[in-house]
């Protein structure tokens, strides 16, 4: 977990960095409140900070009513560090929110605590984030989660001109697998086909569960080809994949209907129209015969149809 340091004197920098390299912590240094406030700015910053109060550009108390003022996305935990230990001082040092204070000179036992305790509190934090935004059963993010995420990519795209790619998957006649098999069974399916679409994805493409047996795909930076030969191969995966059924050594196999909505980089174009076009692609595959894979165009009447085996025909129709 990283740490920042914020303090104007190098002797109480160096030897909190050597501290904290010795509990195993990532350090960051800031020499001022400005320079740590712009750190606290940039993805992935420390989570735990450690500031002196009295510093000359801006103070340690400032720093911290700064960073509740911004209602950022992630807790930061505040530790002042000071010289100062009147109970007044206490108290204003939490109304500005500090979430600990500890005076110097310090005992590195006490602060190596304090900070465990920082530590154990944006952990709690984090995992209250996960789980309220993954599906309970299946693991990957709920439909919630991924439409917050799903802006900020598209978002982006649309600042950096780059293509969008949405995929829309649904299992193919599961009602008759609850029906047939039990709920049970139902819900491994489940498990095991959005499992089975994580593993095709890259570390940056991200898949969420959009309702029922209907899962979501983002993938970022993939022109249309790339799209389609990535979602041909969930397909066949999820084709190969063989499902073994909990006591028994009877296994079931599973096919999948896949719909495809390109965007030409992001120009304007609202999530919602995507998605209902990464829809009709996806329906569009279900009434051909299923375990197929289409792909829409920028207007529902200008869809574009790819052979069930794109790796080895295209065709348009």
């Known amino acids: 977990m990283k740490v920042l340091i914020v303090d104007d004197d190098p002797v109480t920098r160096s030897l909190l960095k050597a501290f904290l390299h010795k509990w195993g912590y990532e350090v960051v240094i800031a020499c001022g409140g400005t320079e740590a406030w712009e750190i606290l700015q940039e993805p992935e910053s420390p989570s735990i900070v450690v500031s002196d109060w009295i510093m000359p550009d801006m103070s340690g ?22 010289g100062k230990g009147h109970k007044e001082d206490v108290v204003e040092a939490f109304e500005a929110g500090a979430d600990d204070y500890l005076i110097k000179p310090f005992d590195q036992e006490e602060l190596k605590y304090r900070i465990r305790t920082g530590e154990r509190i944006i952990k709690l934090e984090q995992k209250i984030l996960e789980l309220a935004h ?23 795209a649309t600042r950096e001109h780059a293509p969008i790619s949405l995929i829309l998957a ?22 095991r086909f959005a499992r089975n679409l994580s593993e095709c994805l890259r570390p940056y493409d991200f898949v969420g569960r959009y309702g029922g047996e209907e899962f979501i795909m983002y993938l970022p930076n993939v022109k249309e ?8 191969r969930m397909r066949k995966s999820v084709e190969e994949m063989k499902i073994i059924l909990s006591n028994s050594q009877e296994s079931i196999q599973i096919t999948a209907s896949f719909g495809i909505a390109l965007s030409c980089r992001g120009a304007g174009e609202s999530v919602l129209s995507i998605i209902e076009r990464a829809d009709f692609a996806m329906y569009k595959a ?32």
Do not use: W
């Not at 108390?61 to 000071?82: G, H, M, P």
């Not at 080809?225 to 979602?231: D, G, N, P, V």
């Open 61 to 82: 108390l400032d720093l911290c009513r700064k960073v509740r003022q911004a209602q950022a996305a992630s807790y930061t935990y505040l530790i002042v560090l000071t």
């Open 286 to 317: 279900k009434r051909e015969g299923r375990n197929r894979v289409r792909t829409a165009g920028k207007q529902q009447e200008d869809m574009r149809t790819i052979s069930k085996h794109p790796l080895t025909s295209l065709r348009t129709t």
């Open 170 to 191: 649904d299992i193919d006649h599961f009602k008759k697998i609850n029906d047939q098999y039990g709920h049970n069974t139902g819900d491994i399916v489940l498990q």
């Open 225 to 232: 080809i790339q799209a389609i030969l990535a979602t041909e």
């Open 134 to 156: 993954t599906d309970f059963l299946t693991g990957v993010l709920n439909r919630r989660a991924f439409m917050q995420r799903l802006e900020d990519e598209i978002h982006r």
